[in-house]
Protein backbone atom coordinates (compact mmCIF):
# COMPACT_ATOMS: atom_id res chain seq x y z
CA UNK A 1 0.00 0.00 0.00
CA UNK A 2 1.08 3.47 -0.81
CA UNK A 3 0.22 4.78 2.64
CA UNK A 4 2.12 2.46 4.03
CA UNK A 5 5.01 3.38 2.34
CA UNK A 6 4.87 7.05 3.67
CA UNK A 7 6.25 6.67 7.02
CA UNK A 8 9.01 4.00 6.40
CA UNK A 9 10.68 5.72 3.22
CA UNK A 10 13.16 8.15 3.69
CA UNK A 11 11.93 12.01 2.19
CA UNK A 12 14.20 13.15 -0.62
CA UNK A 13 13.87 16.65 -2.06
CA UNK A 14 14.28 16.99 -6.12
CA UNK A 15 16.75 19.73 -6.28
CA UNK A 16 17.86 20.42 -9.31
CA UNK A 17 16.45 17.49 -10.85
CA UNK A 18 14.16 19.07 -13.20
CA UNK A 19 14.26 19.16 -16.87
CA UNK A 20 14.01 22.49 -18.87
CA UNK A 21 11.46 22.63 -21.75
CA UNK A 22 9.99 24.86 -23.76
CA UNK A 23 6.04 25.04 -25.10
CA UNK A 24 3.95 27.81 -26.87
CA UNK A 25 0.93 28.94 -24.78
CA UNK A 26 -1.56 30.43 -26.92
CA UNK A 27 0.48 33.32 -28.11
CA UNK A 28 3.68 33.27 -25.69
CA UNK A 29 6.69 31.00 -25.78
CA UNK A 30 7.33 29.69 -21.96
CA UNK A 31 9.86 28.07 -20.64
CA UNK A 32 8.76 25.28 -17.98
CA UNK A 33 10.67 23.36 -15.27
CA UNK A 34 9.55 19.37 -15.41
CA UNK A 35 10.09 17.30 -12.19
CA UNK A 36 9.27 13.50 -12.76
CA UNK A 37 8.12 12.26 -9.60
CA UNK A 38 6.62 9.19 -8.44
CA UNK A 39 2.65 8.45 -9.01
CA UNK A 40 1.43 8.14 -5.47
CA UNK A 41 -1.97 7.08 -4.68
CA UNK A 42 -2.98 10.53 -2.60
CA UNK A 43 -2.33 12.44 -6.02
CA UNK A 44 -5.51 10.63 -7.34
CA UNK A 45 -7.41 12.77 -5.08
CA UNK A 46 -6.42 15.73 -6.89
CA UNK A 47 -7.68 14.80 -10.08
CA UNK A 48 -8.92 17.58 -12.46
CA UNK A 49 -9.21 16.70 -16.12
CA UNK A 50 -8.63 13.57 -17.80
CA UNK A 51 -9.11 13.50 -21.85
CA UNK A 52 -7.03 11.79 -24.68
CA UNK A 53 -3.86 13.38 -25.97
CA UNK A 54 -2.08 12.71 -29.28
CA UNK A 55 1.22 12.69 -27.36
CA UNK A 56 2.96 13.53 -24.44
CA UNK A 57 3.86 16.84 -25.42
CA UNK A 58 0.34 18.23 -26.06
CA UNK A 59 -0.31 16.94 -22.33
CA UNK A 60 1.77 18.68 -20.40
CA UNK A 61 1.56 21.82 -22.69
CA UNK A 62 -2.66 21.93 -22.01
CA UNK A 63 -1.25 21.65 -17.88
CA UNK A 64 0.71 24.72 -18.68
CA UNK A 65 -1.46 26.63 -20.38
CA UNK A 66 -3.66 26.11 -17.03
CA UNK A 67 -0.60 26.70 -14.90
CA UNK A 68 -1.22 30.31 -14.62
CA UNK A 69 -4.81 29.76 -13.37
CA UNK A 70 -3.71 26.92 -10.42
CA UNK A 71 -5.91 24.80 -12.35
CA UNK A 72 -3.09 22.49 -13.50
CA UNK A 73 0.66 21.51 -12.23
CA UNK A 74 0.68 17.69 -12.78
CA UNK A 75 0.05 15.35 -15.77
CA UNK A 76 0.14 11.20 -15.74
CA UNK A 77 0.50 10.56 -19.58
CA UNK A 78 -0.83 6.94 -20.40
CA UNK A 79 1.41 6.56 -23.80
CA UNK A 80 0.10 3.75 -25.17
CA UNK A 81 -3.84 5.09 -25.18
CA UNK A 82 -2.75 8.29 -24.99
CA UNK A 83 -4.58 9.72 -22.29
CA UNK A 84 -3.79 12.59 -20.24
CA UNK A 85 -5.03 13.37 -16.12
CA UNK A 86 -4.38 16.73 -15.00
CA UNK A 87 -3.80 16.82 -11.35
CA UNK A 88 -3.33 20.14 -8.99
CA UNK A 89 -0.75 18.95 -6.45
CA UNK A 90 -0.14 20.38 -3.68
CA UNK A 91 3.37 22.64 -4.56
CA UNK A 92 5.37 22.09 -1.08
CA UNK A 93 5.00 19.04 -0.88
CA UNK A 94 4.88 17.45 -4.31
CA UNK A 95 8.89 17.36 -4.72
CA UNK A 96 9.37 15.01 -2.20
CA UNK A 97 9.81 11.50 -2.59
CA UNK A 98 8.28 8.87 -0.56
CA UNK A 99 8.59 5.93 -2.62
CA UNK A 100 11.56 4.35 -4.16
CA UNK A 101 9.37 3.01 -6.68
CA UNK A 102 9.67 4.40 -10.22
CA UNK A 103 7.15 2.46 -12.41
CA UNK A 104 4.85 4.89 -12.63
CA UNK A 105 4.98 8.56 -12.49
CA UNK A 106 3.92 12.16 -12.63
CA UNK A 107 5.17 15.25 -14.26
CA UNK A 108 4.99 18.03 -11.98
CA UNK A 109 5.62 21.75 -13.34
CA UNK A 110 7.49 23.44 -10.95
CA UNK A 111 7.51 27.01 -12.64
CA UNK A 112 6.61 28.23 -15.89
CA UNK A 113 8.37 31.73 -17.29
CA UNK A 114 7.86 33.55 -20.75
CA UNK A 115 10.97 33.94 -22.88
CA UNK A 116 11.75 35.38 -26.06
CA UNK A 117 10.72 34.04 -29.50
CA UNK A 118 14.09 33.78 -30.80
CA UNK A 119 16.08 32.01 -27.76
CA UNK A 120 17.40 28.78 -28.99
CA UNK A 121 16.87 25.66 -26.30
CA UNK A 122 17.34 22.03 -26.88
CA UNK A 123 13.71 21.23 -26.77
CA UNK A 124 13.02 17.81 -28.71
CA UNK A 125 15.61 16.37 -26.29
CA UNK A 126 14.54 17.34 -22.88
CA UNK A 127 10.60 16.36 -23.97
CA UNK A 128 12.07 12.90 -25.44
CA UNK A 129 14.41 12.56 -21.70
CA UNK A 130 11.41 13.27 -19.98
CA UNK A 131 8.71 10.85 -22.10
CA UNK A 132 7.35 8.28 -20.07
CA UNK A 133 8.18 5.03 -20.89
CA UNK A 134 5.44 3.73 -23.30
CA UNK A 135 6.17 -0.12 -22.09
CA UNK A 136 6.27 0.65 -18.11
CA UNK A 137 2.63 1.91 -18.14
CA UNK A 138 -0.24 -0.30 -19.50
CA UNK A 139 -3.66 1.24 -20.75
CA UNK A 140 -5.02 3.80 -18.79
CA UNK A 141 -8.24 3.63 -20.92
CA UNK A 142 -9.77 1.32 -23.85
CA UNK A 143 -11.34 2.89 -27.04
CA UNK A 144 -15.17 3.37 -27.54
CA UNK A 145 -16.51 1.22 -30.31
CA UNK A 146 -17.06 3.29 -33.87
CA UNK A 147 -19.86 1.48 -34.01
CA UNK A 148 -23.76 2.95 -34.26
CA UNK A 149 -24.06 1.55 -30.73
CA UNK A 150 -21.42 2.99 -29.64
CA UNK A 151 -20.64 -0.67 -28.00
CA UNK A 152 -17.56 -0.58 -25.07
CA UNK A 153 -16.14 -3.30 -24.63
CA UNK A 154 -13.95 -4.51 -22.10
CA UNK A 155 -10.64 -6.67 -21.26
CA UNK A 156 -10.68 -9.73 -19.64
CA UNK A 157 -7.81 -9.30 -17.12
CA UNK A 158 -9.38 -5.78 -16.11
CA UNK A 159 -10.71 -7.26 -12.85
CA UNK A 160 -8.52 -10.36 -12.78
CA UNK A 161 -10.79 -13.27 -12.61
CA UNK A 162 -14.16 -13.14 -11.38
CA UNK A 163 -16.04 -16.44 -10.93
CA UNK A 164 -19.82 -16.49 -12.21
CA UNK A 165 -21.77 -16.77 -9.50
CA UNK A 166 -19.97 -13.09 -8.10
CA UNK A 167 -21.30 -11.17 -11.89
CA UNK A 168 -24.63 -10.13 -12.08
CA UNK A 169 -25.81 -8.57 -15.07
CA UNK A 170 -28.56 -6.28 -15.52
CA UNK A 171 -29.19 -2.82 -17.97
CA UNK A 172 -29.16 0.47 -16.98
CA UNK A 173 -30.61 4.11 -18.51
CA UNK A 174 -28.15 7.04 -18.79
CA UNK A 175 -30.26 9.31 -20.11
CA UNK A 176 -27.82 11.78 -20.90
CA UNK A 177 -26.21 10.22 -22.91
CA UNK A 178 -30.06 8.42 -24.80
CA UNK A 179 -27.89 5.24 -24.09
CA UNK A 180 -29.42 1.90 -22.44
CA UNK A 181 -26.02 0.07 -21.18
CA UNK A 182 -25.13 -3.40 -20.16
CA UNK A 183 -23.25 -3.60 -16.91
CA UNK A 184 -21.94 -5.82 -14.33
CA UNK A 185 -22.17 -5.93 -10.57
CA UNK A 186 -19.06 -7.53 -9.47
CA UNK A 187 -19.21 -9.40 -6.41
CA UNK A 188 -15.27 -8.51 -5.37
CA UNK A 189 -12.83 -7.23 -2.34
CA UNK A 190 -10.25 -6.00 -4.46
CA UNK A 191 -9.25 -4.53 -8.40
CA UNK A 192 -6.11 -5.17 -9.99
CA UNK A 193 -4.58 -3.28 -12.44
CA UNK A 194 -6.47 -0.09 -12.26
CA UNK A 195 -6.37 3.12 -10.21
CA UNK A 196 -9.51 4.86 -8.53
CA UNK A 197 -10.48 8.59 -8.83
CA UNK A 198 -12.91 9.83 -6.21
CA UNK A 199 -15.30 12.28 -7.03
CA UNK A 200 -15.01 15.44 -4.95
CA UNK A 201 -18.21 15.84 -4.06
CA UNK A 202 -21.28 13.95 -2.33
CA UNK A 203 -23.07 11.92 -5.53
CA UNK A 204 -26.45 10.34 -4.09
CA UNK A 205 -27.45 8.37 -7.03
CA UNK A 206 -25.77 5.10 -8.44
CA UNK A 207 -27.10 6.24 -11.86
CA UNK A 208 -25.59 9.36 -11.55
CA UNK A 209 -22.02 8.09 -10.34
CA UNK A 210 -22.58 5.83 -13.76
CA UNK A 211 -23.29 8.94 -16.21
CA UNK A 212 -19.65 10.86 -14.91
CA UNK A 213 -17.97 7.46 -15.28
CA UNK A 214 -19.41 7.44 -18.92
CA UNK A 215 -18.42 11.46 -19.61
CA UNK A 216 -14.64 9.90 -19.24
CA UNK A 217 -13.65 7.62 -22.30
CA UNK A 218 -11.53 5.85 -20.57
CA UNK A 219 -13.64 4.96 -17.70
CA UNK A 220 -14.50 1.46 -17.37
CA UNK A 221 -16.37 0.95 -13.62
CA UNK A 222 -17.28 2.79 -10.87
CA UNK A 223 -16.92 2.03 -6.57
CA UNK A 224 -20.38 3.61 -5.25
CA UNK A 225 -21.03 3.97 -1.57
CA UNK A 226 -24.36 4.67 -0.62
CA UNK A 227 -24.02 4.94 2.86
CA UNK A 228 -21.39 7.73 2.25
CA UNK A 229 -22.67 9.65 -0.78
CA UNK A 230 -19.08 8.70 -2.31
CA UNK A 231 -18.44 8.10 -6.74
CA UNK A 232 -15.33 6.58 -7.95
CA UNK A 233 -14.42 6.34 -11.22
CA UNK A 234 -11.82 3.52 -11.77
CA UNK A 235 -9.68 3.66 -14.64
CA UNK A 236 -6.78 0.69 -16.37
CA UNK A 237 -3.36 1.36 -15.61
CA UNK A 238 -0.37 -1.24 -14.56
CA UNK A 239 -0.26 -0.93 -10.50
CA UNK A 240 1.16 -2.28 -8.19
CA UNK A 241 -1.25 -0.71 -5.77
CA UNK A 242 -4.48 -2.58 -5.94
CA UNK A 243 -8.02 -1.50 -5.44
CA UNK A 244 -9.64 -2.28 -1.98
CA UNK A 245 -13.24 -2.61 -2.16
CA UNK A 246 -14.81 -2.06 1.45
CA UNK A 247 -18.37 -4.53 2.32
CA UNK A 248 -20.66 -0.70 1.94
CA UNK A 249 -19.51 -0.10 -1.95
CA UNK A 250 -20.70 -1.42 -4.68
CA UNK A 251 -18.14 -2.31 -7.95
CA UNK A 252 -20.47 -1.66 -10.93
CA UNK A 253 -18.46 -1.87 -14.50
CA UNK A 254 -19.38 -0.96 -17.60
CA UNK A 255 -19.98 -3.16 -20.88
CA UNK A 256 -21.75 -2.35 -23.64
CA UNK A 257 -23.74 0.81 -24.20
CA UNK A 258 -27.02 1.27 -26.85
CA UNK A 259 -28.25 4.48 -28.42
CA UNK A 260 -32.26 4.47 -27.13
CA UNK A 261 -34.40 6.60 -29.59
CA UNK A 262 -32.28 10.00 -29.28
CA UNK A 263 -33.97 11.50 -32.04
CA UNK A 264 -37.41 11.06 -30.03
CA UNK A 265 -36.31 12.31 -26.78
CA UNK A 266 -33.72 14.86 -27.68
CA UNK A 267 -36.36 17.61 -26.68
CA UNK A 268 -37.46 16.48 -23.86
CA UNK A 269 -36.97 18.03 -20.43
CA UNK A 270 -34.60 17.29 -17.06
CA UNK A 271 -35.93 14.19 -15.36
CA UNK A 272 -38.20 14.65 -12.36
CA UNK A 273 -37.32 13.10 -9.07
CA UNK A 274 -39.46 11.66 -6.70
CA UNK A 275 -39.07 9.72 -3.14
CA UNK A 276 -41.57 6.81 -2.15
CA UNK A 277 -42.20 6.71 1.26
CA UNK A 278 -44.08 2.77 -0.05
CA UNK A 279 -40.75 1.90 -1.08
CA UNK A 280 -38.44 3.88 0.33
CA UNK A 281 -37.00 4.58 -2.82
CA UNK A 282 -35.94 7.79 -5.24
CA UNK A 283 -37.21 7.05 -8.72
CA UNK A 284 -36.50 9.40 -11.70
CA UNK A 285 -38.89 9.75 -14.61
CA UNK A 286 -38.49 11.35 -17.79
CA UNK A 287 -41.48 13.35 -19.50
CA UNK A 288 -41.99 12.98 -23.36
CA UNK A 289 -42.76 16.28 -25.17
CA UNK A 290 -43.05 14.17 -28.97
CA UNK A 291 -46.39 12.72 -29.32
CA UNK A 292 -45.69 9.45 -31.75
CA UNK A 293 -43.56 7.24 -30.17
CA UNK A 294 -42.14 3.60 -30.95
CA UNK A 295 -41.60 0.78 -29.19
CA UNK A 296 -44.19 1.20 -26.52
CA UNK A 297 -47.42 -0.91 -25.79
CA UNK A 298 -50.21 -0.69 -23.41
CA UNK A 299 -50.53 -3.43 -20.55
CA UNK A 300 -52.66 -2.30 -18.49
CA UNK A 301 -55.39 0.54 -17.75
CA UNK A 302 -56.28 2.00 -13.90
CA UNK A 303 -59.23 4.32 -13.38
CA UNK A 304 -59.61 6.89 -11.18
CA UNK A 305 -56.08 7.48 -10.02
CA UNK A 306 -55.82 10.75 -7.96
CA UNK A 307 -52.86 11.82 -9.46
CA UNK A 308 -49.53 11.48 -11.67
CA UNK A 309 -47.14 10.33 -8.55
CA UNK A 310 -50.16 7.61 -7.94
CA UNK A 311 -50.05 6.56 -11.41
CA UNK A 312 -46.25 6.47 -11.33
CA UNK A 313 -46.19 4.40 -8.04
CA UNK A 314 -48.27 1.54 -9.97
CA UNK A 315 -45.41 1.34 -12.46
CA UNK A 316 -42.87 0.99 -10.29
CA UNK A 317 -44.66 -1.76 -8.11
CA UNK A 318 -45.29 -4.04 -11.75
CA UNK A 319 -41.57 -5.33 -12.80
CA UNK A 320 -43.17 -5.52 -16.63
CA UNK A 321 -43.98 -1.45 -16.53
CA UNK A 322 -41.56 0.93 -17.70
CA UNK A 323 -43.80 4.01 -18.27
CA UNK A 324 -47.01 5.74 -17.82
CA UNK A 325 -49.31 7.78 -19.96
CA UNK A 326 -51.17 10.04 -17.18
CA UNK A 327 -54.55 11.63 -17.97
CA UNK A 328 -56.46 14.41 -16.46
CA UNK A 329 -59.85 12.43 -16.41
CA UNK A 330 -57.53 10.23 -13.55
CA UNK A 331 -56.75 7.41 -16.05
CA UNK A 332 -53.46 5.51 -15.82
CA UNK A 333 -52.14 3.86 -18.62
CA UNK A 334 -49.25 1.57 -17.60
CA UNK A 335 -46.89 0.94 -20.62
CA UNK A 336 -44.19 -1.81 -21.26
CA UNK A 337 -41.78 -2.02 -23.67
CA UNK A 338 -42.87 -3.54 -27.05
CA UNK A 339 -40.79 -4.63 -30.62
CA UNK A 340 -40.00 -1.38 -32.99
CA UNK A 341 -42.72 -1.16 -35.45
CA UNK A 342 -45.27 -0.26 -32.76
CA UNK A 343 -46.32 3.17 -32.33
CA UNK A 344 -47.90 4.80 -29.68
CA UNK A 345 -49.89 7.86 -30.03
CA UNK A 346 -49.63 10.49 -26.41
CA UNK A 347 -53.23 12.10 -26.70
CA UNK A 348 -53.57 15.61 -25.61
CA UNK A 349 -54.40 16.38 -22.21
CA UNK A 350 -52.35 14.03 -20.98
CA UNK A 351 -49.05 12.82 -20.01
CA UNK A 352 -46.50 9.95 -20.99
CA UNK A 353 -42.90 9.28 -18.63
CA UNK A 354 -40.53 6.44 -18.58
CA UNK A 355 -39.13 5.48 -15.53
CA UNK A 356 -35.23 5.74 -16.14
CA UNK A 357 -34.40 3.65 -12.09
CA UNK A 358 -35.26 3.53 -8.63
CA UNK A 359 -32.83 3.45 -6.21
CA UNK A 360 -32.72 3.22 -2.12
CA UNK A 361 -32.53 6.26 -0.55
CA UNK A 362 -34.61 8.91 1.82
CA UNK A 363 -36.44 11.80 1.67
CA UNK A 364 -33.32 14.09 2.81
CA UNK A 365 -31.01 12.46 -0.46
CA UNK A 366 -34.04 13.87 -3.20
CA UNK A 367 -33.17 17.20 -1.17
CA UNK A 368 -29.65 17.28 -1.38
CA UNK A 369 -29.73 16.35 -4.88
CA UNK A 370 -31.54 19.68 -5.54
Not at 33 to 60: A, D, G
Not at 72 to 93: D, G, I, M, Q, R
Not at 299 to 327: E, G, P
Amino acid sequence: MLSDMTESSERRYYNGSGKIINLHVESMLVQCTVHEIPLLRKHMKHQWLLWNSINFRYCIQSCARQFQRNSCNAVYFEAEEKTCLHLLLNASEALYEYSESKKESVHFIEKCVEVAEQQEYQQESAINHIQPDETSISSLSRPRSSTTHNVREQELDFFHYVAAENVEERYVKLYEFFEVCKVQLLNISIIRNAFAIEIPRRIYSLNRCLHICRWHTSCMAILFSQLHHQCKTIFKGRSSYPILVYAHEMVVALKKCFKDRPDERKWNPKPLVYYFTETQEICAAEIYTQKNLTSWEVMAIDKDVSNFQVCLLKCILNDQCSAINYFLTKECYLIKPAKENYIFVVKDNSVFAEVLYCESGTLIDVIRQK
